[in-house]
Every structure is written in structure tokens, then in C-alpha cells.
Nanobody
Framework: VQLQASGGGLVQAGGSLRLSCAVAGSTFSRYSISWFRQAPEKEREFVAAWFRGGQNTYYKESVKGRFTISRDIAKNTVSLQMNSLRPEDTAVYYC???????????????????WGQGTQVTVSS
């Protein structure tokens, strides 16, 4: 499966961005799709996930109420709508996919075999 992330950019604090992850090469609904991010000199961290097979979504605590992950099956795309952005949201954002990740391991980057190339999000204060 191939993942293509897009939609990053520069925005002022309080603004919004929408990231998209296009999934190609396999049955879209079989995969859990997650977003991770990595800020300079920090480890990559989990941001949000759409768990396969249903409508369940999961978020990092600090983005709850600001970020929304959604899925468009017809377009094989998972999006991350980011509102009320903060300077600390600045990072490279990656989408990742796994056909087999379990809930208890959802936030672990090692559970994902497929990754997109990353898109830069910069939030200015």
C-alpha cells in the first residue's frame, strides 16, 4: 500500500489546516490509518487514528476538540482537519497504515508498516 500526505503549510496561531492522506494499492477499509508528527529534536508522536472496520477514532489528548480525523472511502483518503492551531503543533506530519494494529498498540509507530512521506506544518505565534 502507498500513502501520499499533503496539505501542510504555514499558518498563524489560531488558524486551520486540512491534511490529506491518499491511500493506494489495497483495500482501503482493511487498514487503520493514523497521523503522527515529529517536531525538531523530538520523537515522533501519535496524533490521531481511524481504526479499521468501523467508525472509531482516537486522539492525542492535547489535540482533542481541535483536530478531527475523517475518512472518505470513495476517494480512499483520510483527512486531518486541524483547527485552533498552536505553535506547539509545528511539526512534520506523517500518515501511517496498518492492517493489523490492535487498539492497545495504536499509538506506537512501530505498529505501522506503511508510511507516507510527511508534510510540514508550521504555526507562527
Amino acid at each position: 500500500v502507498q500513502l501520499q500526505a499533503s496539505g501542510g503549510g504555514l499558518v498563524q496561531a489560531g488558524g486551520s489546516l486540512r491534511l490529506s492522506c491518499a491511500v493506494a494499492g489495497s483495500t482501503f477499509s482493511r487498514y487503520s490509518i493514523s497521523w503522527f508528527r515529529q517536531a525538531p529534536e523530538k520523537e515522533r508522536e501519535f496524533v490521531a487514528a481511524w481504526f479499521r472496520g468501523g467508525q472509531n477514532t482516537y486522539y492525542k489528548e492535547s489535540v482533542k476538540g481541535r483536530f478531527t480525523i475523517s475518512r472518505d472511502i470513495a476517494k480512499n483518503t483520510v483527512s486531518l482537519q486541524m483547527n485552533s492551531l498552536r505553535p506547539e503543533d509545528t511539526a512534520v506530519y506523517y500518515c501511517a497504515a496498518s492492517p493489523s494494529v490492535i487498539l492497545s498498540n495504536l499509538r506506537a509507530q512501530t505498529a505501522y508498516a506503511y508510511w507516507g512521506q510527511g508534510t510540514q506544518v508550521t504555526v507562527s505565534s
